[in-house]
């Protein structure tokens, strides 16, 4: 994932090197922005520094000598992202006070994010709050809302919408090439094609085989005729079982409508008892979900859902798979290892969700300059989506589109002005004010950024 920055550098200072610190200061040390990770413990710093544009530096977050000394009075903005609420939100708040000039404190209270807290909490030098586990929740609800696909985003506020579909046999494009004339009704756009590993940004003789993961943008009132063209049939959820009692489980349990049968199988009987006391909307069950006669006994083959968010990703892929051979049709699988990701979409689960990725989107967002409104990292795919704003005089409103010499990997997907989602073509003429959605390799953002100069 990349954003576009202006020519100011921004000082950044990451505290906790564990899964989420390390991974968002790998990314950041990519763009042009100064990057310190600190940490206790020398061992999570590694050699990171030798590897990536950053320095690490051995450290405790609360403590006033060690930030003072990694600079944080020069600060943009201060991460804290260990383990430990309270350390995060004290080490925050003395950031504050040592001069940073913005904060981002990882937490695991919901009460934090309540209005009044939050204003409370930022009066006192906490800027911004991130709860992963709530935003992987919020990622649940919407999956199973929106079942045949794997998942899908919401643009520019919901003018436009990106669904990411696996196509199988039987679906109306395939084997259509695109130079065919067949998706020309302007209703949907194919920006993007996953074929096994490979990423494919689609051209005339270019067409879906059936297998691919098909990247399409849409205005919501044609994601039906979207579903009808790649195949998919409805399927109502009624029936959602639960695999591990874990904060996700919780806080998406909470926010799934009352007319939902839930089951949530945990296997720590104390867990039980307080989940059965704190979710009035689910029957709490004490067993091993990762157990196949155990799967069985509670009925698995008549749920319409399945979500695995245990703490161990390897249980969560297995349970799914276990899921699909009893013919549940929509799994949900919380995966933490990225490196186990591919295999799970291999393997066909549905969908996936990733912490750190959540987490790395949502801190993305304060770093955008001006005219870029979002980026969003594409998981399963080597692309990225971006939303831009078209400004006057800049390139990309210099002509219609097939005469602005884009990039080889990237795709516009859509536009959206003066509040309405349109789709684009080669004649389409972007006009200052535009949002823009463009779908776009990662090393290609940066050639992408003279366009709206």
Known sequence: MRVFVT???MRIIVAGAGEVGQHLAKLLSRENMDISLLDEQAE???DLEANYDLITRVGCPTSI????DIGVKDADLFIAVTPNEAENMTAC???NQLGARKTLARIDNYEYLLPENKRFLEGMGLNHLIYPEVLAAHEIEESLRTNWMRYHISLCKGALELCVVKVRDGAEV???PFKSGFFDHGRYRIVLIKRDNQTIFPHGDDAVKAGDMVYAVCT???MEFLREQLGKPKHEIRRVMFYGGTRIAQKAVQNLSDDLEIRILESDLEQCQRLSEKLGNALVIHADGSSME???DEDIQDMDAFVAVTKQSEANIFACLAAKRFGVGKTIADIENIDYISMAEGLDIGTVLNKKNITVSYIYQMLLNASVLNVRNL?????????LIATEGSRITRGQIRTLNLPEEVSIGGIVRAGEGLLVNGDTQIVPNDQIIVICRSHNIRELERYFK
């Open 174 to 176: 395939l084997e259509q």
């Open 44 to 46: 999570h710093l590694g």
């Open 7 to 9: 020519n100011v550098i």
């Open 93 to 95: 708040l003395i950031a």
């Open 220 to 222: 919501k009132d044609n």
């Open 294 to 296: 155990t799967l069985k």
């Open 379 to 387: 998981t399963s795919a080597d692309a990225e989506i971006v939303e």
């Open 65 to 68: 000598h060690d930030l003072k």
